[in-house]
């Protein structure tokens, strides 16, 4: 069975101060791992993810977030957030395979609010 | 550039009416879906075409119906709208695993 759990889902923080928005999940097999942004009323877009390798992964807007296999854990941080990246962020776990469906399960968002 | 298409972005429906829900991609992808997302859920998945010819069902699938129409269109159906089908309705499409999924911009329906 697969889960993910994203335990806070708001986070308020100030214009130009740190962020972590966790995540952790439960796999008994080998996932791929997904960081997606949903800006308001529009649809969700891939703002990273982690394959193989490199454990920290990063993004174009600054973002990154480090797969921690002992916690099983993916959390997101950006060491200095803008007003823009006020969104809703959804962790999510893929099935690794080669063909067919792999199953995905999306954990149930993180609303980041910079407050100016 | 347009990835994933979804018509319409708003819908009201009364209890009992039916609908389409149309999703088109330009990606040449083989895989599409569909989501429903609601507050505190996260998104949950409806049906899911992994390639033309081929649909199965989700973790949500009772009272949809879809259609693979063709490798670009893959639709949902309501037949009877009940009030606990309001939602916001998210096609997506994916080629591999490791792409991750691009999404349309999604419908947002009503049922009263």
């Known amino acids: 069975a697969q889960s993910v759990t994203q335990l806070d889902s708001q986070v308020p923080v100030f214009e130009e101060a740190p962020v972590e928005l966790r995540c952790n999940y439960s796999?008994?097999?080998?996932?791929?791992l997904f960081w997606y942004v949903q800006y308001p009323n529009q649809g969700l877009q891939l703002l990273l993810k982690y394959l193989s390798g490199s454990t920290l992964v990063k993004s174009i807007n600054g973002f990154e977030a480090e797969f921690n296999k002992s916690q099983t854990s993916f959390h997101l941080r950006k060491p200095s957030v803008h007003i823009s990246d006020t969104a809703e962020y959804f962790c999510a776990v893929s099935d690794v395979g080669a063909g067919g469906y792999q199953k995905v399960t999306f954990g149930t968002g993180t609303k980041l609010q910079v407050i100016p | 550039n347009a990835g994933v298409t979804q018509t319409p972005k708003f819908q009201v429906l009364k209890t009992g009416q039916s609908m389409t829900l149309q999703c088109a991609q330009d990606?040449?992808?083989?895989?599409m879906y569909w989501y429903r997302q609601d507050p505190g859920m996260g998104l949950r998945l409806i049906y899911y075409s992994a390639s033309e010819g081929t649909t199965d069902k989700g973790e949500v699938p009772n009272g949809y119906n879809v259609s693979r129409l063709n490798k670009r269109e893959f639709s949902l159906r309501l037949e009877s709208a009940a009030p606990s089908q309001t939602s916001v309705y998210f096609c997506a499409s994916r080629d591999r695993a490791y792409y991750g999924y691009t999404f349309g911009s999604g419908t947002r329906l009503t049922v009263v």
């Open positions: 990606m040449n992808h083989n895989s």
């Open positions: 796999s008994s097999v080998s996932v791929y």
